[in-house]
């Protein structure tokens, strides 16, 4: 009654086999699961790390840019060309004085920008005599001007501005084609 020895054998074999695949599976899965939090963990940190660095660089790459853009503003104020142009209340273009100020002035500021690619534009606005003097080699009064959006921002400034934050144009482009 004991049962057949094919039988005992059979359930020793299982016993054998399953104690076995345990030892083996456990310190398996163990290790696995150490192997794999550890290369977690190190990838986080080296994707922290490259993103530290990527930051680190584009900040510089800003501060750079900003710098650029701060020492044209400060070579535009600091040009003759400009302290010229601001001595005019009234701009004739009938008088030959005014029309080589403005020039001077415009080719001024169109060489800016076409020296440095993070500029779009130039405008600047002599508040004596109404006109806007832009990179485009444009002197446009102000109320015939298009983007005069950063006027009004551009008034209500305490301190004299070097530069406006960045806007969105005030120019409305139309798509249609007809």
Known sequence: MGGSPMKKNMSMFFKLFFAFVLILIIPI???????????????????????????????SLIEQTQDEILRDARNIGLNKSIEALNSLNDISLNSGDSIAKAKDALQLLYNTKISNPN????YLYNYN???????????????????????????????????????????KINNDTT
């Not at 001007?145 to 004299?160: C, G, K, L, R, S």
């Open 119 to 122: 500029i779009d534009s130039i």
């Open 29 to 59: 899965i163990i290790i696995s699961s150490i192997v794999y939090y550890n290369t977690l963990v190190y990838f986080q940190n080296e994707i922290g790390d490259t993103n530290t660095e990527i930051l680190l660089m584009v900040q």
């Open 129 to 171: 005599n109404g006109f806007i003097y832009t990179s485009n080699m444009e002197a446009v009064n102000k109320n015939d001007f298009n983007d005069n959006t950063w006027i009004e921002a551009y008034q209500q400034q305490d301190v004299n501005t070097i530069w406006m934050d960045t806007r969105i144009s005030g120019i």
